[in-house]
């Protein structure tokens, strides 16, 4: 199954339990989802490809809110609330040759250290999988999607995409990439995945609030799990993640901490204070991003040592 990105296929800006969905899978299904990124302003000059639906999506109102424009939602057939979502991300792709990046006054990691708007226009090469950046540098690409999210908990109303939340969200995660896994806990009928927010790279923290901003392709397989703990989690061939989001940075690393403390518990079969001992001498805290409003905080496990 495919799903394009199109004014009657994409959200933008929001997350919403009542969204109905634009088309369901059953659990274990793939489903390939195209997105698109940018409002008018971060458009290029002629020469390069611009997906034709971003333009229909521009004509039908652009929000007066800043946010994202996600794709989806994906309903996930008989998926309920207490079950986990795992995400495995089979691919992903370039849909563009063009991504974007800028800074602007009272955003990012330093909100008073710059005063101008500053906006560039990056070219990317497919072949080469590179980015060339304004100074001449070529910066090898490393596509992940920005925003991977469930609906949020239908108490919460309409939310906006720009804070990662329980939901998922904007989690900025770099290491996202394809041949990876993230779990979501469910917290509406449907599960509701929706995604957006295409990164050609990233560093970790994200500080100018802007990646390298484009438009991706991905392919997933959409798993129902019973048996996994309600909270994000991720997994790449080589060590497991936990993600934590918050106003704090302090209280994102302790709660990526505690996370990672109860996954090396269960997996590795030692004691609480055990795994604390092993995520003090080898587990790896990073600053995932710093400019969302929630910041995060991720921990890294290597699998070879549970």
């Given at each position: 199954m495919i799903v394009e990105?199109?004014?009657?296929?994409?959200?933008?800006?929001?997350f919403d339990a009542t969204l109905a969905p634009v088309a369901e899978v059953a659990s274990g299904d793939e489903v390939t989802i195209r997105t698109v990124s940018g409002g008018p302003t971060a458009l290029?000059?002629?020469g390069f490809h611009v997906p034709p639906e971003l333009h229909d999506i521009h004509a039908a109102g652009v929000p007066a809110a800043p946010g994202h424009i996600l794709t989806g939602p994906v309903a996930v057939r008989g998926a309920k609330p207490g079950q986990v979502l795992q995400i495995d991300i089979l691919d992903v792709g370039l849909r563009q040759n063009w991504g974007y990046n800028f800074i602007r006054p009272l955003a990012g990691t330093l909100p008073m250290d710059?005063?101008?708007t500053t906006?560039?226009?990056?070219?990317?090469?497919?072949?080469?999988?590179?980015?060339r950046m304004p100074w001449g540098l070529d910066l090898p690409l490393?596509?992940?999607?920005?925003?991977?999210?469930?609906?949020?908990?239908?108490?919460?109303?309409?939310?906006?995409?720009?804070?990662?939340?329980a939901h998922g969200g904007n989690l900025d995660c770099k290491e996202?990439?394809?041949g990876t896994t993230l779990y979501l806990p469910i917290h509406a009928e449907g599960a509701l995945f929706s995604v957006g927010d295409g990164h050609g790279a990233q560093g970790d923290g994200e500080v100018n609030v802007t990646a390298i901003?484009?438009?991706?392709?991905?392919r997933f397989r959409l798993t129902l799990c019973d048996d996994m703990p309600p909270v994000i989690l991720a997994e790449t061939p080589t060590h497991w993640i936990t993600l934590?989001?918050?106003?704090?940075?302090?209280?994102?690393?302790?709660?990526?901490?505690?996370?990672?403390?109860?996954?090396?518990?269960?997996?590795?079969g030692i004691t609480r204070e055990e795994a604390y001992m092993l995520c003090s001498l080898a587990g790896d805290l990073r600053v995932t991003q710093t400019v969302n409003r929630e910041k995060g905080v991720h921990m890294m496990m290597a699998k070879a040592l549970l």
């Open positions: 990105a199109s004014p009657a296929t994409v959200h933008w800006g929001y290029p000059p002629d710059f005063h101008e906006q560039v226009n990056i070219p990317l090469d497919k072949a080469a999988m590179t980015a490393a596509p992940f999607f920005g925003v991977m999210g469930v609906a949020p908990p239908p108490a919460w109303g309409r939310i906006s995409t720009i804070e990662p939340r996202l990439i394809a901003e484009t438009a991706l392709e991905g934590a989001t918050d106003a704090s940075l302090d209280d994102c690393a302790r709660t990526a901490t505690r996370n990672m403390i109860a996954l090396v518990s269960d997996k590795a």
